[in-house]
């Protein structure tokens, strides 16, 4: 793979990723269902607290499991990285 298309593919992955809140199911208990707000990254649903932990959910689940799923999916023989 290109470091090009490597980059462009980290970059997305990580700007999909967000330190906001998300509801913990639907709907909210401010509709009447079971519903809470928490924080942390609505892509994963993880709860996290703090940047520290936000940047923490990057380097240790977000960025390998995206390099994971490259390795499997490389379809050239003889990559440049």
Known sequence: MLKSNLLRALQAEIR???FSTFLTE???MADGGPGVVVPGCPACK???QTM???MDHLAD???PALLD???KH???EN???
Do not use: C, M, N
Request: no cysteine.
């Open 79 to 81: 990559p440049t990285v």
């Open 69 to 71: 799923r490259l390795s």
């Open 16 to 18: 999909r990723h967000d």
């Open 46 to 48: 993880k709860r996290i």
């Open 74 to 76: 490389r379809t050239d």
């Open 26 to 28: 639907e709907p909210s």
């Open 52 to 54: 520290a932990q936000f």
């Open 61 to 63: 689940d977000v960025l």
